[in-house]
């Protein structure tokens, strides 16, 4: 390791290679802060061409890696495993273009994700992937996770906002990004390949991104809805009266809403607790006054037919805020639980509360004292849960139960997190034996010597 590593020094210099304990601790796990492991050293190339010297140089000792950006992940996919190295693109988070007449962000893969929507701000324009980690999270990391969040209801996944990728391979060739424009019909869309493969076929270093126009106009409600169906009234309602429907749609369960009471308090939001779900609705457009209007004459209908039981609109931009703080307080509300496990599931709205019945009375029988709170994306089928475990030792038999109420009623079992190392044996209940088949394939073919994200997404090779 010793020789490798000098040799890697000689690619990336001095200040690229870190093996001093703070900076291995610092490296050493995700967010899920499951099965730390400190990593043999921490890799930080600054330029692509680094990261190809890098990958050539360990795929020729058969040295692992495992890419790392802001570690936000929540499946253990960005943590090291024993000796392997980590590969970390913090050097590599420059802005490099904002297009405002090709509607496009050219970024380096370690960008920040709200560097990114500040840049396009600042040019009139709209990045519209956001989510909680957005302080911390990267741009390679949302490829690399085929990260959602909070608009994908509006502009979609990760996955609708890439025009065009340059990713270095495990043999350390360049593809380089070449894709500007929206169309392509040249063959097959390779940049597909690693967007949510969880750097396990390639290091993405750059990205071309789509952004919008920035919209000059936002209206924002909390509403509280009596039960479920209203709920699914008031979203197909407003995807028929608002232009170009919400761009967000955030459902809070009641558990949820008092889980988060003290940040309520502190923020003086005035609906109470006596109702069954929370909705955070969201429109952006392009007209002040008309926008405004119509978003307020849209909630009044929904009153009136009784879907909607109290609600408060937005007067501000702080109090909009203050409404955002309130469903992105998930990661205060798993901070105060002992043993935290999240899920993403994923299935369409219809069926949640038939699937939140039946996992509810599978803790009851197999793991009872289990809490659980619930969150939704409602739009696009996620539902997180976020369960407490009632000790350490069973938080992978939550994560049974989870996955067995998934399999039985067709969910998936990831729409955004990723699988990691965490969810790896759950997968065969969203994917069948021959899409496995497909993705080792693809792996064997990228990746042969099985150097990077070893172990993520597809179980270790026999
Ligand atoms: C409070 C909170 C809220 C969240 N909300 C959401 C949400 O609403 N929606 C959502 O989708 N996710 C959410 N997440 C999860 C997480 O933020 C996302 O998965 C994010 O995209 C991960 O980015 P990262 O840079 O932190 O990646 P990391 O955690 O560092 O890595 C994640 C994966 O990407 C790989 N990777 C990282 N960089 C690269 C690269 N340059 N090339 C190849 N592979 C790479 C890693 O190997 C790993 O497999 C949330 C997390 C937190 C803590």
């Known amino acids: 390791?010793?020789?490798?590593?000098?040799?890697?020094?000689?690619?990336?210099?001095?200040?690229?290679?870190?093996?001093?304990?703070d900076v291995l601790?610092?490296?050493?796990?995700?967010?899920?802060?499951?099965?730390?492991?400190?990593?043999?050293?921490?890799?930080?190339?600054?330029?692509?061409?680094?990261?190809?010297?890098?990958?050539?140089?360990?795929?020729?000792?058969?040295?692992?890696?495992?890419?790392?950006?802001?570690?936000?992940?929540?499946?253990g996919a960005a943590t090291p495993r024993r000796g392997e190295f980590a590969l970390t693109l913090e050097r590599m988070s420059a802005i490099e273009a904002v297009d405002?007449?090709?509607?496009?962000?050219?970024?380096?893969?370690?960008?920040?994700?709200?560097?990114?929507?500040?840049?396009?701000?600042?040019?009139g324009l709209l990045f519209p992937l956001d989510l909680g980690a957005r302080g911390s999270c990267t741009v390679g990391g949302n490829i690399a996770t085929n990260a959602g969040g909070n608009r994908?209801?509006?502009?979609?996944?990760?996955?609708?906002l890439v025009l065009g990728l340059e990713v270095v391979l495990a043999d350390g060739s360049v593809v380089p990004a070449r894709q500007r424009?929206?169309?392509?019909?040249?063959?097959?869309?390779?940049?597909?390949?690693?967007?949510?493969?969880?750097?396990?076929?390639?290091?993405?270093?750059?990205?071309?991104?789509?952004?919008?126009?920035?919209?000059?106009?936002?209206?924002?409600?909390?509403?509280?809805?009596?039960?479920?169906?209203?709920?699914r009234t008031v979203l197909s309602s407003l995807r028929r009266e608002l232009v170009g429907g919400p761009s967000a749609f955030e459902v809070m369960w009641a558990d949820y809403w008092q889980s988060v009471a003290a940040t309520r308090a502190r923020l003086g939001l005035s609906l109470d607790g006596a109702h069954a779900y929370f909705v955070l609705v969201e429109h952006e457009g392009f007209d002040d006054a008309l926008d405004s209007e119509r978003f307020a004459a849209a909630l009044g209908r929904l009153v009136e037919r009784g879907a909607i039981a109290d609600a408060v609109v937005?007067?501000?931009?702080?109090?909009?805020?203050?409404?955002?703080?309130?469903?992105?307080?998930?990661?205060?509300?798993?901070?105060?639980?002992?043993?935290?496990v999240t899920f993403d599931v994923g299935l369409a709205a219809a069926g949640m509360p038939r699937f939140l019945e039946r996992l509810q009375r599978a803790f009851e029988a197999?793991?009872?004292?289990?809490?659980?709170?619930?969150?939704a994306h409602l739009g696009d089928g996620t539902l997180h849960i976020l369960a407490d475990a009632v000790e350490l030792a069973r938080e992978h038999e939550v994560a049974d139960v989870v996955y067995a109420t998934v399999a039985e009623l067709g969910a998936s079992v990831s729409t955004e997190h990723g699988?990691?190392?965490?969810?790896?044996?759950?997968?065969?209940?969203?994917?069948s034996a021959a899409e496995l088949a497909m993705m080792r394939g693809l792996k064997s073919l990228l990746d042969p010597s099985g150097i990077l994200g070893r172990g993520r997404i597809l179980s270790d090779p026999a």
């Open 1 to 21: 390791v010793t020789s490798l590593l000098s040799r890697i020094e000689a690619v990336v210099g001095d200040d690229g290679v870190r093996v001093d304990a």
């Open 25 to 75: 601790e610092r490296h050493s796990v995700d967010w899920s802060r499951t099965a730390a492991q400190r990593p043999a050293a921490v890799i930080r190339p600054a330029s692509s061409d680094q990261v190809a010297g890098v990958l050539a140089l360990c795929r020729s000792a058969a040295q692992p890696i495992v890419v790392q950006g802001g570690l936000s992940g929540v499946c």
């Open 100 to 123: 405002t007449d090709g509607l496009l962000v050219v970024a380096e893969a370690g960008a920040i994700l709200q560097r990114v929507q500040e840049a396009a701000a600042a040019a």
């Open 152 to 160: 994908v209801i509006r502009y979609g996944t990760m996955r609708n």
């Open 181 to 231: 424009i929206l169309k392509d019909a040249t063959g097959y869309d390779l940049k597909q390949w690693f967007i949510g493969a969880e750097g396990t076929l390639g290091v993405v270093t750059r990205a071309t991104l789509r952004v919008e126009p920035r919209p000059q106009s936002a209206n924002s409600a909390l509403l509280a809805v009596p039960d479920f169906d209203a709920v």
């Open 314 to 340: 937005a007067q501000s931009a702080r109090e909009r805020d203050a409404f955002w703080q309130v469903r992105d307080a998930v990661a205060d509300v798993l901070s105060a639980m002992r043993h935290p």
């Open 366 to 375: 197999r793991l009872p004292g289990t809490r659980a709170v619930h969150v």
């Open 419 to 431: 699988i990691g190392m965490l969810k790896r044996d759950y997968l065969r209940h969203s994917r």
